[in-house]
């Protein structure tokens, strides 16, 4: 036991320093750095515990032996330094008893947190979110450039008019174009049929609204081709139209080689090829760069450098006839594009029947 | 059309290798798919688009590779000996049709030697896809190939009276064609007879009584001009595609017949031998007459938005054949902004008619890559679609909700469709179905959704939530009429098994639930018990809006009933929904609307508990409404906090823990106010509902 503390028990006369305010003093700060030392031992709560019961207790403690040893016992004298040194050591004392206390505490805690280790690697407590299917996001994808560029989106029936899907498109009955769209028909509404195409609504958007018109039409369409990796008698389209008094070829080009550079990236070169449709005048198959070799040629692209997108090219003035435009004032462009190919071409789908099995394996996917 | 290389050189002289072609040609609008090589050199495999029959043959494709490389074009020029004899005294031709048959030519060839053909004529045959079959047949083929005019020999002796007339058919009259098949023909077909009957379907295939054959002596060759329409339906109708129909139903050149009569004639003589009678048998009622179209300059600018030089028009033009002359009164200046070139078009060009259609010509062979791109400036704001933002907000909901959308077809099977079929609507029905499994459009939504919940089950995928936007069809009144859906369809765990949780089945009260939070958005929903054929009963309920108030319903719900699981092969609860999405869509964008913030209460809230026993049948509804009537301003809220039924409850009761939430404006609420609030209910419920009250 430390000298000073042994002083403790010692009768105040037994100091030998009734006469010595600086000896005293020496003695009280001893104290207070033995304290001070000892406060720093590892923080447990017996620690804790057992120095303030050591320093602060009640009963034969550091303290209480100096307010019964010394200070009841100091002449009247000396009484006066003995309150003021115990005033000056006690809240001392008392604060290095807290701070052990907390400190013991937070370890305590600690311990236990460190007892109860989080295995991070064991997965969290998670909702099942669903997801939208691929064709809606890339619809979603398509509107967002589209709409960019000032194209209004526009809806028309599925079970269509021939003279919509045909006759309006300048595709009279007995046109060999009719051949490459076979088509179902409605057996119990006369005349009604399975639109071929997004186009229908080409007429039936200028039949009401005089230019400018800027659309794109997204919907369902259909076909009598037996279902394959690369067919099916229901596919998803997105029609675009353009007319103005001042739209060009080089505006159709602009703009469908904006889309490409939106939907495939900005490194993306498009290309124009010579094609014929109805509808269209001059009409063009519309390439882009292969997005998986960047055109150097690979299976994606059968070694081609170039993957066929769709069809496309600036309205067919005999279409403006159908809707009464004037056809000496007016132009403007048209493409169709296929939304399914499209993502399939992105995510690298070989299968296009996955898009309506919905096997949620694959819906999961595309979170 | 198959284009073989070498003999594309006899007419326009290239030495651009073949790979170089390709891309040449497919950049111009002639998409070559593939080379392949063969015995006669190699082969392009040209894509010809169906406005564009000239380029059927080889002499058509050698006029777009001379515009394209600006070389001359060099046509075969045929010479024939011909015998003093004139073919008019050996034969005569009719055209009865005229309307079907704008031109019939005929030529005689006496004393040939029918035999096989040489090994180059055969090698460039068989390179193009064509079998050889004998020196006659061969040349009248070949002759197709290189200049797009279909010819047929007859053998001359077989032809009664030596006459040809074009007529026709009348209505099932038969004839054996040469593919050895009997065919009978209706009144809108032409066919060319003798003075007996039948001996050829027009521009389609030959008979099998006249047909070449290594006895044949003497020959007659047609080359004629049929109507693009009549063919195609003939071809249609009879099923019967050939090399010739194709060309005719696309429009072939009527000025061509005569000529390639006479490069037929010149190949059978050298190939055959024989005499070939003075002159050719021509009958052409209506001459054909060339027509002229302008093209300026000005319109050229208006839908391309980028100039070509004069030097370019004009050569691109003449080389295609259509002899442009400056027209416009500036004619010394070059490329001046009026000018203008009268064009000539010429008769293999029928698809050229107007001004656009040489824009066109001249736009392909210059370059769709010459014209720069250019954004149009936008002049209005891009819509979305009426109700896009609430469809959205929908859609996202159900993602949180944790359903999977679908995108399903709507043509489905009858069968199928007529389980789920909503009372008196009537589908729209395929009339040339690939399958009975889509033969109609479907009614219902819920026909879709169990056919997705049946494959993923029979994938091993056995949790599911799915959902599905679309449409269902139905014809009224011989009108079709389709109508915006929603369906959800469920089946298996609604949570599984981890180590934070337990796994739960879903269950009845999960559809209910996402329900409720889609009609949340909407401003809530009513439910009512319904009573549906494919739906279990007692777990089946009708929907409606709650802004509706007892309204009509728009849509239905409920667990799949016993006797639809077992067709469905569905050895696990499924749950289904189908609802109607416009009204929805509209109650959201309504709720939307109207949504206004609400001050947040100042004074606490405070629970009170009720442990109630209840007669079996007494619903959560009667208990709301009950203590709703009290009219207690500070009553929040009625919550259901548990249900049981067994134990110290006796049979045919259950007990309930009602938790009910009450909240001042104006000040906290003190015990005796809450005394009092909790006797009032307890005693309304006992009174109105027998309700006693367990000690809690």
Known sequence: MPEAIEKTHLRFSQLHCSSDEQQLHYLFHELSELAAHEAEASPTPEVAEKFRVRWLGRQDSVLSRITANWLKEAPPEAKKWVGQQLNWLRPILEDLAANLKKLSEEAALDAAAARDQIDLSLPGVTRTLGTQHLVRQTYEELYRIFASIGFSIVEGPEIETAYYNFEALNIPEHHP????????????????????????????????????????????????????????????????????????????????????????????????????????????????????????????????????MFGAGMVNPAVYGFVKYDAQRYSGFAFGLGVDRLAMLKYGIDDLQQFFRNDVRFLRQFR | MKVLYNWLKEFADVSAPPAELRSRLSMAGVSVDSIDESAAGPVLDAEITINRPDLLGHVGIAREVAALYRLDLKRPQPKINESAEPAMQAARVEIESPELCARYTARIVRGVKVQPSPDWLRQRLEALGQSSINNVVDATNYVMLEVGQPLHAFDFDRLAEHRIVVRRARQGETMRTLDGIERKFSKDMCLICDARGAVAVGGVMGGAESEISFSTKNLLLESAWFDPISIRRTSKALGLRTEASLRFERGADIEMAAFASKRAAELIQQLAGGEVLGGVIDVYPQLHSPQKVELSRKELLRVMGADVPDREIEEILSALGFAPVRSDT???????????????????????????????????????????????????????????????????????????????????????????????????????????????????????????????????????????????????????????????????????????????????????????????????????????????????????????????????????????????????????????????????????????????????????????????????????????????????????????????????????????????????????????????????????????????
């Not at chain 2, 014809?475 to 469920?490: F, H, N, Q």
């Not at chain 2, 007692?538 to 108030?549: D, M, V, Y």
């Open chain 1, 177 to 308: 174009a009719r051949d490459n769209m076979d088509t179902f028909y409605i057996a119990n509404a006369p005349g009604y049929l399975l639109r071929t195409h997004t186009s229908p609504m080409q007429a039936r958007t200028m039949e009401k609204q005089q230019p400018p018109v800027r659309i794109v039409v997204p919907g369902k369409v259909y076909r009598r081709d037996n279902p394959d990796a690369t067919h099916s008698f229901v596919f998803h389209q997105l029609e675009g139209l353009a007319v103005d008094t001042d739209i060009t070829f080089c505006d159709f080009k602009g703009t469908i080689e904006y889309f490409a550079k939106e939907f495939f990236g900005p490194q993306t070169r498009v290309r124009l090829r010579p094609s014929y449709f109805p509808f269209t005048e001059p009409s063009a198959e519309f390439d882009a760069s292969c997005h998986v070799c960047g055109g150097k040629g690979c299976r994606t692209c059968k070694h081609s450098g170039w993957i066929e």
């Open chain 2, 330 to 696: 500036n004619r010394g200046s070059a490329d001046s902004l009026v000018a203008a070139w009268s064009c000539a078009i010429p008769s293999w060009r029928g698809d050229v008619t107007r001004e656009i259609d040489l824009i066109e010509e001249v736009a392909r062979l210059y370059g769709y890559d010459k014209f720069p791109p250019r954004l149009p400036p936008a002049k209005l704001p891009a819509k979305r679609l009426p109700h896009a933002r609430e469809e959205e907000r929908l859609r996202e909901r159900l993602v949180a909700l944790g359903y999977h959308e679908i995108v399903a077809i709507p043509l489905v099977a009858a069968e199928r469709d007529a389980i789920f079929r909503p009372e008196n609507a009537s589908p729209a029905e395929i009339a040339n179905p690939l399958s009975e499994d889509a033969s109609l459009m479907r009614t219902s939504g819920a026909v879709s959704m169990a056919a997705t919940i049946e494959w993923n089950l029979n994938h091993g995928q056995k949790n599911l939530r799915l959902f599905e936007i679309g449409k269902m069809y139905e014809v009224r009144g011989e009108k079709p009429v389709e109508t915006r859906i929603l369906s959800l369809g469920a089946a298996g765990l609604a949570r599984e098994q981890s180590i934070h949780e337990s796994s739960r089945e879903f269950s009845f009260g999960d559809l209910k639930g996402s329900l409720d939070e889609i009609f949340a958005l909407a401003g809530g929903a009513n439910w009512r018990p319904a009573s549906l054929q494919w739906l279990a009963p007692n777990r089946a309920a009708r929907i409606s809006l709650a802004a509706a108030g007892e309204g009509k319903p728009i849509g239905v719900c409920g667990q799949l009933a016993r006797t639809v699981a077992q067709k469905f092969k569905f050895r696990q609860d499924v749950f289904l929904a189908e609802l109607q999405l416009d009204p929805l869509l509209e109650a959201i964008a309504k709720a939307s609307a109207t949504l206004r913030y609400e001050p947040l209460p100042r004074f606490p809230a405070v629970e009170r508990d009720f442990s109630l026993v209840l007669a079996d049948g007494t619903s959560f509804a009667s208990i709301e409404h009950a203590i709703r009537a009290l009219s207690i301003p500070e009553l929040r809220r009625i919550e259901a906090v548990d249900l049981f039924r067994g134990g110290q409850v006796p049979a045919g009761k259950h007990s309930l823990l009602l938790r009910v939430t009450f909240q001042s404006d104006v000040s906290t609420l003190t015990d005796a106010q809450l005394a009092e609030f909790s006797a009032r209910i307890a005693s309304a419920l006992s009174e109105k509902l027998g309700a006693s009250l367990r000690a809690s």
